[in-house]
């Protein structure tokens, strides 16, 4: 099984700030790695693919790089909505199918 | 417009069998590449992928849940069902339904959920 490791599992952040979540995985997964945005009582929303493609309808603060085993969303400045909890997700290889274990950004 | 929802038993007793329904619209699974999941997420924990199932009835399941698991699909009513036996409380959660297009396609598209909870 491949292994997502996420990082900060907690990050505190204010309005306007820049912040890097990291996604690691525990083997080589190509381009294959998404990420979504999910906020209390509701589904995951996707956000980013392939790395780096922006999913439709997603504003362009929100921005993903990295390869191999190392991936890193980025959100250029932080705006009230985007209080939430972030999850990487690779698609390379399965079964199974794997999630990170999430990164929560509050205030 | 793609839309996913989730139905069925919200409360099982321990040793039960769990039946979820994932109705659909916006796409037919009898198109290529078209493709169903089966996500779930405890309360305050992570995401978990449980089971796939695609145009050609091509079919995957987590290994960790694979001999409590099954998925089938009924093209006609638009609709994926998913079985777990043996019921547990660990297996209390969010149970959700996606799609998918492709075998390296994220989940772009998820039903609402269905919180099941375990207990006698």
């Known amino acids: 099984d491949i292994q997502l490791t996420q990082s900060p599992s907690f990050l505190s952040a204010s309005v306007g700030d820049r912040v890097t979540i990291t996604c690691r995985a525990s083997l080589d997964i190509n381009r294959y790695l998404a990420w979504y945005q999910q906020k209390p009582g509701k589904a995951p929303n996707l956000l980013i693919y392939?790395?780096?493609t922006l999913q439709s309808g997603v504003p362009s603060r929100f921005s993903g790089s990295g390869s191999g085993t190392e991936f890193i969303l980025t959100i250029s400045s932080l705006q009230p909505e985007d209080f939430a909890t972030y999850y990487c997700h690779q698609l390379n290889s399965y079964p199974p199918l794997t999630f990170g274990g999430g990164t929560k950004v509050e205030i | 417009q793609i839309t996913l929802k989730e139905s069925g038993a919200t409360l099982v007793k321990p040793t039960q069998t769990l039946t979820l329904t994932c109705t659909f619209s916006?796409?037919?699974?009898?198109?290529?590449?078209?493709?169903v999941g089966w996500i779930r997420q405890p309360p305050g924990k992570a995401l978990e992928w449980l089971a796939l199932?695609?145009?050609?009835?091509?079919?995957r399941y987590s290994p960790s849940l694979r001999n409590r698991l099954s998925i089938t699909k009924d093209t006609s009513k638009n609709q994926v069902v998913l079985t777990m036996t043996n019921m547990d409380p660990v297996d209390t959660a969010t149970y959700y339904c996606?799609?998918?297009?492709?075998?390296?396609?994220?989940?772009?598209?998820w039903g609402q959920g269905t919180l099941v909870t375990v207990s006698s």
């Open positions: 392939d790395v780096s």
């Open positions: 996606a799609h998918r297009r492709w075998s390296t396609s994220p989940f772009d598209y």
């Open positions: 199932i695609y145009w050609d009835a091509d079919k």
């Open positions: 916006g796409f037919s699974l009898t198109s290529s590449g078209e493709g």
